[in-house]
């Protein structure tokens, strides 16, 4: 068993994060910090989890993360960095859900999230948390980047290309959906129900932060500099990312055999039969990406369709499949969900 704390348990990832670990059997909570909810009890304020947790919310100030085995930072961008280190420091294990760990280049960090880096030194420490590339060192991290949504659906629908070199690497498209939760629980205009219902719209198109996470990783898994156009929408619905991947074939190759083996093994990725349309509802409340591979019109464009739950295996799902790695559990303890349909 081992005590897990959770900084920042009233966001969204943050409440899936409590609803994963409240039935995951090696889990205890030690402390789950809020600082406006500081006091009340979890149950109190999210009633779906009476009955499964019991203690309240602490001020992160006052709780106990130095006591706990793992913590996980659920919190807006910039707060982990500035945390992390005293955790490390107590021998604590730490999986970063925000974006603080993610990208390698700080520079190239600082340019995006438009602020000064608070600890560069820990960016070479943290693993990126991409399990399907990354198990090995995973298993040995103190510091988990946990990665984004889109990058986690975009990633995994384009590196078995990227590895092979089989096509146009250099005009990559990724055109990608999430669901209006993607955004966090801020209240902002454009997410008002009036704003965001019966609307569809692009945003970022100049471009968006998940980019250069992205290409760092389709980067590695080509061994060269790669191109790509990532096309960000916001869909009215609450949770789920459907990517829709277009790569330009230059070789020939049996593409489903190439998925169906990269993935051969892997417990969260589902290739699906030839001809597949994957969707959202497929995955909803799921820490599966489930992925389909078609050649429109037998031409010479291959189109990759990748779909998961951008609060499962794009936040709290892929962070506690990472806990259980870096633990040595069963990769899919606690993560056994079906979809919740409809």
Known sequence: ??????????????????????????????AITSRKEAGTPVAKLFPSLRGAVSIGYSDPAKSDLAKC?????????TVAMSEAKALLDAGVRVVDLSADFRIKNVAEWEKWYKVKHAAPN?????????????????????????PGCYPTAVQLGLLPLAETGAVDLDHLIADAKSGVSGAGKKAEEHLLFSEAADNFKAYGVSGHRHWPEILQGLDAAAGRSVGLTFLPHLVPMIRGIHATLYARITASFDFQKLYEDRYRGEPFVDVLPSGSEPDTRSVRATNTCRIAIHRPHAGDMLVVLSVIDNLGKGAAGQAVQNMNIMFGFEETMGLSHLAVVP
């Open 1 to 30: 068993m081992i005590k897990v704390g959770i900084v920042g348990g009233t966001g969204y990832t943050g409440i899936e994060l409590l609803r994963i670990l409240a039935r995951h059997p090696q889990s205890e909570f030690v």
């Open 69 to 77: 085995d793992v913590v996980f930072f659920a919190t807006p961008n």
């Open 122 to 146: 820990l960016v070479g420490q943290a693993v990126y948390g991409l399990p399907e590339v990354n198990r090995a060192k995973i298993k040995g991290a103190r510091l988990v980047a946990n």
